[in-house]
């Protein structure tokens, strides 16, 4: 693919989303305000409201922590025992090699590169492929990322023999009965399939920032055995989260009808996209109700085309043909529609 102004700013786009000082400086002359596209968040967000302001005076007390991570226990439908809040998904994904302390990992793939980064940084042997290899290689952990980033495959009841397995839920709020977290840590006595031997040997992480589209909040959450939740916990101190996460958590986490809603209108927005992509040349391959995974021939080209009407998308540095869309706000689809049939030319 063909990559814009230098490597350092291609490389910004590789890495994953968001990049928008690196898309100014690459394309100085493109339209603003940017429509960012490149992540998989919800472009209408929770209505969350703000922490009180003295709230913000003081530091979080355990018991606001606790009251967070019991009603999100309750949106998973897991025991708050098995629950600790982090500071985002991200933080607490990189913990994880640190703390389980496994010599190699086998990463189903292709997925987010933060999990291969983590393990490699922690000094483990990496390995890479699909859910069938990764699941009878003679790694000590196996990461799925489930649904997964970016071609949204899913794996039903994913199971390892003795080993560590990391499930990363980030967008399983868009397909709740994937998770496995209420079969595994529906009670603080772990019961029914799976049994306590496998509970005890998986780590399942959660998202709040993608699904109620406030990633600034940094707000995640691991959902373990309660002595491994806690351990992974203490990694981030005694305030691992900020007021303002705490009071946009307590919010969302009890509010069942915005959730139900919000996922009917992902779907028909992703169904939209599939349509608009599929119109302007591009063929759909996969993805999740927050973001679409496409594929065309000069998808470089297109990237480029994109990005100087102002259209920023997600780039992949082994799949030249791949562009991955996130979903545009209401007021942005033709915007998007006309960016797209430009791009053609």
Do not use: C
């Amino acid at each position: 693919m063909s990559a814009p102004g230098s490597d350092r700013e291609a490389g910004a786009f590789l890495r994953h989303g968001g990049r928008l000082a690196a898309a100014r400086g690459a394309f100085p002359d493109a339209p603003a305000p940017w429509l960012d596209l490149s992540t998989g968040i919800n472009p209408r967000p929770y209505p969350a409201r703000r922490a009180d302001p003295a709230a913000l005076r003081r530091l979080p007390d355990p018991e606001e922590v606790a009251a967070l991570e019991a009603a999100a226990a309750a949106a998973f439908g897991v025991s708050p025992d098995r629950v600790a809040a982090t500071p985002g998904t991200e933080a607490a994904l990189r913990a994880l090699p640190r703390v389980l302390g496994a010599r190699s990992a086998a990463i189903v793939s292709p997925t987010y590169g933060g999990h291969a980064e983590a393990w490699r940084l922690a000094g483990a042997r990496v390995s890479h492929g699909p859910w069938d290899e990764a699941r009878h290689s003679a790694a000590e952990a196996v990461v799925l990322v489930n649904p997964n980033n970016p071609d949204g495959a899913q794996v039903r009841g994913p199971d390892v023999s003795d080993r560590w397995l990391i499930v990363d839920e980030a967008f399983v709020e868009t397909v709740p009965e994937l998770s496995v977290a209420p079969r595994l840590f529906s009670s603080p006595v772990t019961t029914g399939e799976g049994g306590g031997r496998r509970a005890g040997r998986t780590v399942v992480l959660r998202s709040f920032g993608k699904f109620y589209g406030l990633p600034g909040v940094r707000l995640g959450f691991v959902i373990a055995e309660p002595g491994l939740a806690g351990r992974i916990g203490a990694q981030f101190g005694d305030w691992p989260v900020s007021a303002e996460a705490i009071a946009a958590g307590l919010a969302a986490y009890t509010d069942d009808a915005w959730r139900e809603r919000t996922r009917l209108r992902l779907a028909r927005d992703a169904a939209r996209l599939d349509a608009l992509l599929g119109a302007n040349g591009f063929e759909v391959l996969g993805g999740t109700s927050l973001f679409r995974l496409a594929a065309a021939p000069d998808a470089g080209r297109r990237f480029e085309a994109l990005a100087r009407r102002g259209v920023l998308t997600r780039p992949f540095p082994d799949q030249p043909t791949w562009l991955r869309f996130g979903l545009p706000k209401p007021k942005d689809w033709p915007r998007l529609k006309a960016a797209l049939e430009g791009s053609r030319r």
